[in-house]
């Protein structure tokens, strides 16, 4: 699709490198020492209620007019594949729904991982 957007949660006084834990984890969908096991279940339920606006294909692939996204998931992370022209208030309800979880946004485009406020 385009853009990706990358949520973990580390445990409590880990600090590993962002972009290691994003090829390891995210994209090699390997396990991470330091990382906690999100609950994907409920994360899933969050994004379907959130996203009502939105065409749900399956479990995973969501499509409208403002853009589309496919969640891919590990039990330690989450990664939204979105389309380039998802407006930016729908970017911003996924990272919403993901720092409610504690998982700060690392967008791996600028390998930058955010703080939540």
């Not at 995210?26 to 606006?53: S, V």
């Not at 969501?62 to 589309?68: D, F, H, L, T, V």
């Not at 930016?88 to 955010?114: E, H, K, S, V």
Request: hydrophobic share 35%.
């Amino acid at each position: 699709m385009g853009r990706y957007m990358a949520f973990w949660k580390y445990e409590e006084g880990v600090d590993i490198e962002p972009q290691a834990v994003y090829e390891h984890t995210c994209l090699e969908e390997q396990p991470t020492a330091g990382l906690c096991t999100l609950p994907i279940e409920t994360i899933l339920q969050h994004i379907q209620k959130e996203f009502t606006d939105y065409e749900q294909l399956d479990a995973y692939n969501y499509e409208s007019s403002n853009g589309s996204f496919t969640v891919l998931t590990t039990p330690q992370s989450v990664l939204f594949d979105c389309s380039w022209n998802m407006i930016a208030p729908d970017l911003n309800r996924l990272i919403t729904i993901m720092n409610a979880f504690g998982c700060p946004f690392y967008d791996p485009q600028i390998t930058t991982r955010f703080v939540i406020l």
